[in-house]
């Protein structure tokens, strides 16, 4: 016999709502009939399951029932944990150092609070974000596990191990006797982690550290750059300078790791024109070309040395309309093979004493660009998603630049102008030395495949939905990754792939060596004719 939650899906179902409007009005009438208030959706995905086998779901109502979508449309389930509170080794000004929180974390940020309330115990995160998540309708097999809490190599070697494992335990939902037998589990377990990132200080990344993150299974590195001027890291106690930055960059890169910064403007000593050259730099200079970057307005909390300058009047924030203007011009700025992952942090008005306070900057800026009638070019602001409608249509487009030493091929199959994405593949050839003589071994002679991914609602991997993440598009970038190599005279690929995407490059001809996916190429004329302009 049904249940009542049971019934009003039931009612919903048979009612056939034809958009989200419809499908909230009918909640709200059908709750009513069994004199209920609305009930909410966590709810009705449960009763939902109970009542229809998985693979007979209607699209349309899994995803009005689903929580935050915007979560998982970028093709994966991002899982955040944080460290325990640990010392870190910067002295930093604006950093908050509240008690019995790693450094730089407030405890009212989200992902801390839940951190906080479960003892910083790595696998009691991960178990309550996955049954979190599952509850809000979200598909949970294909998790980005990203470890933050400060420089992750600052702490105990052993303790950096045990972390990692006790998240893929607990996401495999089975112990095991060390690293590289959860590793292995994962790679067939319900939810598979697909990535690995870390977030650590450039001057604490050398090759021996690089290697170390390979085998913890890290793909992505978060640096902490802030600035790329000397003289205000130093005025505000970072403790590295650009040039550590350009090197870490390199050799995280050399590596096939993708490489995010966080970037701080509004910090003493700037101003708006030395913060907008900075940015110009990064994506004009080929020391420095991040992958991904995460813009964070200096603000100042009571639990950050620099509260005191604030109070006493030695540093002021910038004006919120100049901020703003600036942060307009930066967008314009992030070239299409750059991601802008975040704007602010999930630090709450409360906690701010002074700086940027608007919650929802990113809407904001583009509510203000609309106005102007630009674009950002930003790959967050032309993800596809849900808008799949010109899908069969998508072009092919190549870019080429240089990079820490190196040469970088941007490939993606987009919309003609450009302003949807449908999935982009990263590919780096080394230079002469590093081709040669990588320190680490398996990499040399070889095109690196730094990073592949396809957006769109993320699709479970037992799923065979008409979905973007099953249109073929990885496939034919990997070929087409292959005929990169072959023009550069390489007969060889390494992929820097996640633990629970093994399977799919052994599908396609790869086997594991090191820590990389690597497979051996044919030479023939044929297989050297590209299918991608400017490759």
Known sequence: MKNIHQKIISDILKARPKNQVEFLKLKKKFSGKYNLAPVTNATLIKAYGQILPQGKKRQNLSSWLTKRKTRTLSGVTPLTVLTKPYPCPGRCL??????????????????????????FDPARQVEMRIRALAANGHAVDKIELLILGGSFNAYPKNYQQKFIQRCFE?????????????FKKNETAEHRIIGVTIETRPDLINQAEVKRFRELGVTRVQIGVQHLDDQILK?????????QTVAATKLLKTAGFKVDYHLMPDLPGSTPAKDLKMFHRLFTEPNFQPDQ???????????????????SGQYRPYAPEKLAALLIKIKLTVPYYVRINRLIRDIPKES???????????EFLQAELKKKNLKCKCMRCREARESLADLKKAKLFTQQYSAAGGTEYFISYESAKREKLYSFIRLRLNGPAELKNNFIPELR????????????PLVPVKQRRAQIQHTGFGKRLMKIA??????NKLSKIAVIAGIGVRPYYRKLGYKLQGTYMIKNLEVDAKSQKLECFGC
């Open 94 to 119: 604006y950093c908050p150092q509240e008690p019995g929180m790693p450094k730089s974390y407030l405890a009212k940020e989200p992902a801390a609070q839940r951190a906080k309330m479960n003892d």
């Open 170 to 182: 607990a996401v495999n939902g089975k112990k095991s006797a060390n690293l590289k037998r959860a």
């Open 235 to 243: 005025l505000v106690r970072r403790g590295h300078t650009a040039e």
């Open 293 to 311: 970057i995460k813009i964070y307005p200096t603000v100042v909390n009571e639990y950050a040395p620099l509260y005191q300058w604030f109070s």
């Open 352 to 362: 701010i004493a002074g700086g940027n306070k608007i919650t929802n900057l990113r």
């Open 445 to 456: 002679n070889a095109l690196l495949v730094r990073e592949i991914h396809t957006y769109g």
């Open 482 to 487: 292959e005929k990169v190599a072959l023009k």
